[in-house]
């Protein structure tokens, strides 16, 4: 049986449907599983409308993506000419906690305990690269943590990308 659903609500249209169809401005901009769809949004808006997600700006070099969490593993879309910039999602869960002092930097500013998982605001030391939204001091990312124990407010941490994250040309140079 077939049936349509219509609902704002993300994790009940995640969990129960097949497929998931985003709607920008009365245009289907994106019709995939619910995993494709989190995991390889086609575009920043999507990204943000499903789901948690730190949004940034990079610059496509040899394959990865340089950005302020370091270089990322990427997965594009469609073929871009290199060096170019892109957007790039990194969830929440895809960033660890480093000990490595190279690791990019920051304060926990704030944290939510959920029983589960714990979800973690830092303010990273350095601005983000590139235009609009990353090029001011004071960015700061979500961070995604199993279980009850992660750093209090005021904890300095190190920060580590983990695996393969979803870009898209985004136009800037």
Known sequence: ????????????????????????????????????????PVNGEVARFVGHGNLLLGRLERGVVRSVLGDISVELGTPAPEPCAVGVLVRPEQIDLEDGSAAPRGVVTSREFHGHDVLLAVRLDEPAWGP??????????????PGPQAPEPGSRVSLRVRGTAAAWLTGHE
């Open 1 to 40: 049986m077939t049936a349509i659903l219509v609902t704002h609500d993300q994790d009940e249209a995640l969990s129960i449907a097949d497929r998931v169809a985003v709607l920008q401005r009365g245009t289907i901009v994106q019709c995939d599983e619910p995993s494709v769809l989190y995991t390889r």
């Open 132 to 145: 609009d939204p990353g090029d001011r001091p004071g960015f700061e990312v979500l961070v995604r943590l």
